[in-house]
């Protein structure tokens, strides 16, 4: 039977408090420490806050219970044996990661600290961040013997992320301190011993009592560059297909077929090669950023992260140009919107590149009837509605009489509209779909005009003769 630790999680954002419910999930007595009040009384009220698949059966099941939600950071840290850190590291204007909500953290622990205690690094920050965390210990008069600064990088992504975190492909601890070591290990037992797969009311997922995820014990310096090395080389794949679709729209190519091909080699893998209008979210476009920055400044050309985030750019505006292309003038055009969150399946809009468009849009002079089934009252928040721009209830309330409808966010709903039924809400039969959500061949059969990313236009039979030439 594997212990029971006291945790402390302080954030209780997409990371923490997934982190939270989950560490109870495993059996460990959690505090969850946030500094906005209003947060944790939500919390422990019962609302989750976030759109997070699972998050409300782990948040009712332990609510109250194994998870208690405060402000109070120095009595969570006088109780618990480890104190994970996820708040925000945002980028700063110069592209570095903003470390001063870490550091706060750091100098409330060392203010209230009595015994031994692990702090953990969960949120992304970069190398020499342990140290700087260890520095300030210091500084605050907190002799080293007193706690160990681990890392402990955590790979969810959002949507899935309960699952990811309880069934992950592996779990890095970065500890320079056999004792800290130790501690994490234990925390982590009952998914490395297969313990929890055995439950019956265990979240389903690939991992499993005979193939238990592996736990990678590095260098704290190793384990800071691996979530970040991870993050930036994910977003570097996305760019790499994105930029080869480019190349199959000019070649007239078909890019699932070439993306198929190439995840078939087991060096390449089939995962991370959906071209699309681009990576966004919390983490893939400040954790490159943030690399970027770091080897910068310790005299490492790593230019490649920097055409990686041009594609990216890029691939917006050409997202915008194939409207155009479809559209002829943008000017005046009513557009039917589907999605504003940053992929499917969240509610997060944090860098979404759906978003970005939309405001392409709007300031070529378009309006927009936008529907998303979650991230909708977030946008309103940063782009109200005004008369060029409407928030819709559903699907073909976007479409309806709109001279063409964009796909931006691939939300399985999206991939299973009623096609017959979009065509007759449209006032033309054009979609332009920058997550290759349908099949070319089933929409011009539909009498749709289908314009992807990385695969040939698709006109229907009657328009073949009127397609736009290039
Ligand atoms: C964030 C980072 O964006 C990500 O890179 C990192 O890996 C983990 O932390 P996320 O959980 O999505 O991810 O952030 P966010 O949803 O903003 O949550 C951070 C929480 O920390 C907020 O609830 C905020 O109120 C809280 N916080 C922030 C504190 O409790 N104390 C602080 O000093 C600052
Ligand atoms: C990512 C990492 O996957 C995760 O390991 C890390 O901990 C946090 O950052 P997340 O941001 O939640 O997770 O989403 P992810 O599924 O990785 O997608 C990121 C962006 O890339 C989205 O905008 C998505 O639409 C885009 N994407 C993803 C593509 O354009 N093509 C792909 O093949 C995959």
Known sequence: MSKSISIAVVGSGYVGLVAAVCFAEMGHEVICVDNDERKVVALQGGDTLIHEHYLPELLSRYRNGRVRFTT??????????????AVGTPQSETGDADLSYVEAVACEIARSIDSYKVIVEKSTVPVYTNEWISRAMER???????????????????????????????????????????ILKDIYAPLTNGEYYQRADGIPGFCSVSEPPPLLMTSTKSAEIIKHASNAFLAMKISFINAVSNLCEAANANVEQVAKGMGLDTRIGPKFLRPGIGYGGSCFPKDVAAFRSVADQMGVDFSLLSEVEKINAQQKKRF?????????NLRGKKLGVLGLAFKGETDDIRESPAIEIVK????????????????????????????TLRYVDEAYDAAADADALLILTDWPEFAELDLKRLNQALRYPIVID????????????????????????AYPVRDLASAPSR
């Not at 402990?152 to 899935?160: A, C, D, S, V, Y």
């Not at 378009?366 to 977030?378: E, G, L, Q, V, Y």
């Open 72 to 85: 109070d950071l120095a009595d969570a840290t006088r109780k618990c044996a480890a104190i994970f850190i």
């Open 320 to 328: 915008v140009s194939k409207v155009r292309s479809a559209l002829w």
């Open 360 to 387: 392409m849009l709007l300031a070529e002079g378009c309006s927009i009837s936008a529907f998303d089934p979650a991230a909708a009252k977030r946008t309103e928040q940063i782009l109200p509605a005004s008369a």
């Open 140 to 182: 605050n008069g907190v002799d080293h013997s007193l706690f160990d600064v681990v890392s402990n990088p955590e790979f969810l992504r959002e949507g899935t992320a309960v699952a990811d975190f309880l069934h992950p492909d592996r779990i890095v601890v970065g500890a320079d301190s056999e004792r800290a070591g130790a």
């Open 434 to 457: 920058g997550r290759n959500l349908y099949d070319p061949h089933a929409m011009t059969e539909h009498g749709f005009t289908y314009l992807s990313v990385g695969r040939p236009a």
